[in-house]
């Protein structure tokens, strides 16, 4: 099957290019956060610090830092700052 493979209608929210590994490590991550913070005091931080956070896990995993799952962690501050930051789409 080619192009055409499902002829219904583009979805407005295309759900499938989400990766179900990626969204559980978040989940994970999101957990065990709740554990080490309780109460989502991660809501009383503004959404720049989330983003300077975010950027921070970015340059330790380029730079070979394996020490945290960085990437994880990153992607946890960027839904941080999305949720503080008031855009909600």
């Given at each position: 099957?080619?192009?055409?493979?499902?002829?219904?209608?583009?979805?407005?929210?295309?759900?499938?290019?989400?990766?179900?590994?990626?969204l559980?490590?978040?989940?994970?991550?999101?957990?065990?956060?709740?554990?080490?913070?309780?109460?989502?005091?991660?809501?009383?931080?503004?959404?720049?610090?989330?983003?300077?956070?975010?950027?921070?896990?970015?340059?330790?995993?380029?730079?070979?830092?394996?020490?945290?799952?960085?990437?994880?962690?990153?992607?946890?501050?960027?839904?941080?700052?999305w949720?503080?930051?008031?855009?909600?789409?």
């Amino acid at each position: 099957m080619g192009e055409n493979e499902y002829p219904q209608d583009r979805e407005e929210n295309e759900f499938r290019y989400l990766s179900p590994a990626w969204l559980n490590e978040l989940a994970k991550g999101l957990t065990a956060g709740a554990v080490r913070h309780p109460g989502e005091t991660w809501r009383t931080i503004p959404a720049r610090e989330h983003v300077w956070r975010a950027v921070r896990h970015c340059i330790l995993w380029l730079a070979g830092d394996d020490s945290e799952p960085h990437l994880v962690n990153a992607g946890m501050r960027i839904m941080m700052a999305w949720e503080t930051s008031g855009e909600d789409g």
